[in-house]
C-alpha cells in the first residue's frame, strides 16, 4: 500500500473513532494508526500557521479534534520526527511549536512513512488494509475474514472497532453478508451496493477513475463509454453536479464520499459545485480554457474574486450562487466577475476542492472550524455554543470481543501472561 | 584607501542603518574573474550596503560611501556613488563625510545622494536613539572579532590544503562573487557551494560558525528577493513563478525543461530540473510571503543573533529588540536554518544559538 494511503487512512481511524469513549481493542490494537491519525488532522488544522507560542490554546484546539492534553506531547513528538514542526522547551514545559507543515503537497507520504516505521501490529495493519479494500470494492464478509487469514476473536475485535468508527458495515444482499465502508457512499448503501453486485469487476476501476479525476465531466469518453459508471448515474449511487454554462450544459462526477456530518455535506456540496464550475472552464469555455485549476481555485480562496471579468463567469459560476457560495458582478462591456462570500465555510469548501484536485480525496472535509478559530485567534475563548455538542459514543462489543477482554483482565488478575 | 577613521564613520552608520530596520553588510566588494583567468580582477568596493523587504516584500536598498581622508575630490566621490547606486538598484545613496564642502552639498541632490557631516550623523543618532542599542555595532573591537574568523587562517610559508582551498572558494563566493551574478542564479548557487563543503564544517569551529551565519544570510536574502519577484509576478501560482525566477525567465525556463527533456531521451536517465530541495525552498518562501510582518524582520534578527548570542554569549534576544522578542521573525530564521542545513547537508548546529531562540 502506498505511504500517501496509509498515511490518509490512519486519519480516517482517528477520525471515525474520535467521538468514542475508551475501548480495550481500540487502545491496545490500534494505538500506532490513531497516534498517527491524530498527528494527521492535528497538522491539516496547523498548516498555514508560522507558530504557536501559547501552548493552552494548542490544548484547547487539540481537544476539539480528539486529542487530550496529556496525549498532545506525543502527537507534536510524531510530527516533530517528521519535520512538520519544530518544538521550543524549557525543560519539560513546551514554550513554543514552530510549525513547518508543507502546504504545496499534503504531507500524507511522510506521515504514511512513519507509520510504517512505528511498526503497526497485525490487526492495526489488517484495519488499514481492510478500509483501503473496501474503498474501492465491497466484499463478502467470508471472503474478508478469508483474505486477512486472522482468527474470529481478532476479526470481531477489528470489526467491532471499525464498526463504531462507521469505518465498516455489514448489510445482507441476497443472503450474502456484504461489508462496506460508508466512507464510499453518498446516499444511498443500498443502491450503492446493488451496483457494486451488478459491476463487481468494474467499480474498483470506476471509483479510481473518479478518485483521480475528480469533476470529470460525463461526457468524457472514460465515462460514457464506461457501462459501470453511467449505471451508477442513472441508480442514483453518484449525483452529477451540473453546469449550465455559455456551451450549454455539463455534468460533472465526483467519488461518491460518505461518513459526513449534516455540516461536513454542505461543505463538500459547494466544494464539488465549485470545482465543477472549474472543470467547465477547463474543458467546454466558449473563449480561452482554464490551463491551471489550481491557480483558479487559489486566487478564489485568496482575493476573492478573479483578476478580470470574462464573459462566462455569470453562467460558469451560477451553481455556486445556489449553494450561497458567491455572486456574480457586472463590470460593464459584457464582462462578468465572481465574488465568494468570505465566510469559513467558503473557504473551507475551496480547500477541499484544492484537495479534490491535487490528491483526489477530501481529507479537508473534516477541519474543524472551531479548532482552526481558536488557533487563530488565540486569546479568545471558545465556550461551547460556537462548537457542536458531542456525546461520546461507547463501542459495544461482540461476543468475541467481550471474551477475549474478559480473558486479558482475567489474565491480569491472576498475574499470568498472555499473548 | 579605507582607515580606521572610515571605519568608524561606517560602522556608527550601520548602527544606524539597524535602528532603522536595516541589515547591512561593511565592505561589499565587487570582483569579476574575466576571460577564462582564475584570478580575481576588483572592480570597486562599496562601505555599507543596507537592506530591507517591506510587508510585501518590496526590497529598500540603500549604499553608503563613508570617507574620512583629505585627499578626496568629493565630487568625484558623489559621481561614484551615483553609478554605484544604480548598479546596486538602490533607492537612497549616502555620502559620509567630517566635514562636506560646498560644491559636494550643491552637486548631491542632483545625483540624488544625500549627504552626510559628522554634526549631522550625530543629530541622526540623537534622533534614532541608538546608544539604547545593547548590541555594540559601532564598536571596532566588536567588528574585529568578527573580521578575523572570516576567511581561512594558513600560517606563513605554508601551502593551504585542499581542504581549505575548498572553503575558501566560499569565501571567495560569499564576499565577492555574490554581489557581482545575476541575483537570481544566487539561491541555486549558494546551496551548491554549501553543499561542496558540507562535510568540512564544524560547529566546534568558530570560522566555520560565521561562514554558515553569513551563508544563512545570504540565504534568506536570496529568498526575500524571490519573494518580490513571486509577488511582482502573483501570488496565486507561487511554485511556478518561483520556478521562472530561479531559471531565468520564462524562456529560458522552456529551453532548460527541454533540455533536461532531451538529456533524458539520450542518456534513459530520469533527472529532474529542479534540484531535490526546491519543494523545501518553496515551502519557505511560501511561510515568509505569508507571514510578512515577521518577514522583514529575518535579516536583522540574523545578524542581532550572531552579534548577541554567538559574539557576546546572550541567550535572550529581546534586548536587543527593545525587550520584545520579534518571535515571528526568529520562527522563520530558525526555518530558514533548518532548510539551508536540510538542502544542503550542513549541520544543523552551526545554528545552535538561533536554534536555542
Redesign the interface.
Known amino acids: 500500500m502506498e505511504k500517501v494511503t496509509q498515511g490518509l487512512r490512519a486519519q480516517d481511524f482517528h477520525e471515525g473513532l474520535r467521538e468514542t469513549k475508551t475501548f480495550g481493542p481500540k487502545e491496545a490494537y490500534f494505538e500506532k494508526t490513531l497516534r498517527i491519525g491524530k498527528a494527521a488532522f492535528l497538522a491539516m488544522h496547523l498548516r498555514g500557521l508560522l507558530y504557536v507560542d501559547d501552548y493552552t490554546v494548542l490544548k484547547f484546539a487539540a481537544a476539539q479534534l480528539g486529542i487530550g492534553g496529556s496525549e498532545l506531547p506525543v502527537i507534536l513528538g510524531e510530527l516533530e520526527e517528521i519535520d512538520f514542526v519544530r518544538i521550543k522547551r524549557s525543560g519539560d514545559e513546551i514554550k513554543r511549536v514552530d510549525i513547518r507543515v508543507p502546504e504545496f503537497r499534503t504531507g500524507y507520504e511522510e506521515l504514511g512513512a512513519r507509520w510504517e516505521d512505528l511498526k503497526p501490529c497485525e490487526v492495526e495493519r489488517a484495519g488499514v488494509a481492510t478500509l483501503q479494500s473496501l474503498m474501492h470494492l465491497p466484499r463478502s464478509e467470508a471472503d474478508l475474514i478469508r483474505s486477512l487469514g486472522m482468527g474470529q476473536t481478532e476479526f470481531s475485535m477489528l470489526c467491532d472497532v471499525m464498526k463504531d468508527g462507521q469505518l465498516l458495515r455489514v448489510q445482507t444482499i441476497a443472503g450474502q453478508k456484504i461489508a462496506y465502508t460508508p466512507l464510499v457512499v453518498d446516499e444511498d448503501p443500498t443502491a450503492y451496493l446493488q451496483w457494486t453486485d451488478r459491476f463487481p469487476s468494474a467499480v474498483s476501476e470506476a471509483l479510481k477513475i473518479l478518485t483521480e479525476h475528480q469533476g470529470l465531466p460525463a461526457s468524457d469518453p472514460t465515462i460514457s463509454d464506461n457501462a459501470a459508471l453511467n449505471d451508477a448515474i442513472q441508480t442514483g449511487v453518484l449525483m452529477p453536479a451540473r453546469v449550465n454554462g455559455a456551451t450549454g450544459t455539463q455534468q460533472f462526477l465526483f467519488a461518491p464520499r460518505g461518513g459526513l456530518t449534516p455540516e461536513e455535506r454542505v461543505i463538500l456540496d459547494k466544494a464539488r459545485a465549485i470545482l465543477a464550475s472549474v472543470r467547465y472552464g477547463q474543458r467546454f469555455a466558449a473563449g480561452r480554457r482554464i490551463i491551471h485549476p489550481r491557480a483558479i481555485l487559489e486566487r478564489l480562496r485568496d482575493y476573492k474574486r478573479f483578476k478580470t471579468g470574462h464573459p462566462d463567469l455569470r453562467t460558469q459560476y451560477s451553481p455556486l450562487l445556489e449553494k450561497f457560495v458567491g455572486r456574480p458582478i457586472d463590470e460593464g462591456g459584457g464582462l462578468w466577475n465572481f465574488q465568494i462570500y468570505d465566510t469559513d465555510e467558503n473557504m473551507k469548501a475551496l480547500e477541499v476542492a484544492i484537495d479534490m484536485l491535487e490528491i483526489g480525496e477530501t481529507p479537508t472535509v473534516k477541519i474543524d472550524l472551531a479548532a482552526k478559530k481558536a488557533l487563530l485567534s488565540p486569546r479568545e475563548y471558545l465556550g461551547p455554543i460556537p462548537t457542536r455538542t458531542i456525546l461520546a459514543r461507547s463501542i459495544t462489543g461482540s461476543p468475541e470481543t467481550r471474551a477475549e477482554i474478559i480473558k486479558q483482565l482475567s489474565a491480569i488478575g491472576r498475574g499470568m501472561k498472555v499473548r | 584607501m579605507s582607515t580606521e577613521k572610515d571605519l568608524s564613520l561606517k560602522l556608527r552608520f550601520k548602527r544606524v542603518l539597524f535602528q532603522m530596520g536595516y541589515y547591512s553588510p561593511v565592505n561589499v566588494q565587487l570582483s569579476q574573474y574575466p576571460g577564462s583567468t582564475p584570478k580575481k580582477k576588483a572592480l570597486t568596493d562599496l562601505d555599507v550596503l543596507g537592506l530591507k523587504f517591506d510587508e510585501v516584500l518590496t526590497p529598500h536598498r540603500v549604499v553608503c560611501d563613508c570617507k574620512s581622508g583629505k585627499d578626496i575630490s568629493d565630487p568625484n566621490r558623489l559621481f561614484w556613488l551615483r553609478g554605484v547606486t544604480d548598479y546596486f538598484g538602490a533607492n537612497a545613496a549616502y555620502f559620509l563625510r567630517p566635514r562636506i564642502g560646498g560644491h559636494a552639498r550643491a552637486i548631491a541632490p542632483k545625483l540624488g545622494v544625500r549627504t552626510i557631516d559628522e554634526k549631522e550623523l550625530q543629530q541622526i543618532e540623537t534622533d534614532l536613539n541608538v546608544d539604547a542599542l545593547p548590541l555594540p555595532i559601532h564598536d571596532l573591537g566588536f567588528h574585529e572579532q568578527k573580521q578575523s574568523l572570516w576567511g581561512i587562517w594558513v600560517p606563513e610559508h605554508t601551502k593551504p590544503t585542499s581542504e581549505q582551498l575548498g572553503l575558501k572558494k566560499v569565501y571567495t563566493y560569499l564576499s565577492y562573487e555574490y554581489w557581482y551574478v545575476d541575483q537570481h542564479r544566487n539561491l541555486l548557487l549558494l546551496v551548491a557551494h554549501f553543499q561542496d563543503i558540507a562535510h568540512l564544517l564544524n560547529p566546534n569551529n568558530s570560522r566555520h560558525v560565521l561562514l554558515a551565519q553569513t551563508g544563512l544570510e545570504r540565504f534568506v536574502h536570496c529568498l526575500l528577493e524571490m519573494g518580490n519577484v513571486i509577488y511582482a509576478r502573483g501570488?496565486?501560482?507561487?511554485?511556478?513563478n518561483a520556478r521562472i525566477y530561479l531559471y531565468g525567465g520564462p524562456l529560458a525556463l522552456r529551453e532548460k525543461e527541454k533540455f533536461f527533456e532531451l538529456l533524458n531521451k539520450v542518456t534513459a536517465a530520469n533527472e529532474s530540473l529542479d534540484p531535490p530541495f526546491l519543494?523545501d525552498l518553496?515551502?519557505l518562501t511560501?511561510?515568509i510571503v505569508?507571514?510578512p510582518n515577521?518577514a522583514v524582520d529575518i535579516l536583522r534578527t540574523l545578524e542581532a543573533t550572531y552579534g548577541w548570542c554567538v559574539q557576546l554569549g546572550n541567550r535572550e534576544l529581546s534586548p536587543v529588540f527593545g525587550g520584545g522578542s520579534p518571535?515571528?521573525a526568529i520562527?522563520?530564521a530558525?526555518?530558514a536554518a533548518?532548510t539551508l542545513a536540510k538542502a544542503t547537508g550542513i549541520r544543523e548546529d552551526l545554528f545552535s544559538h538561533l536554534l536555542a531562540?
Open positions: 501570488l496565486s501560482d507561487l511554485p511556478g519543494n518553496l515551502e511560501n511561510r505569508h507571514n515577521a518571535v515571528g520562527v522563520l530558525r526555518d533548518i531562540l
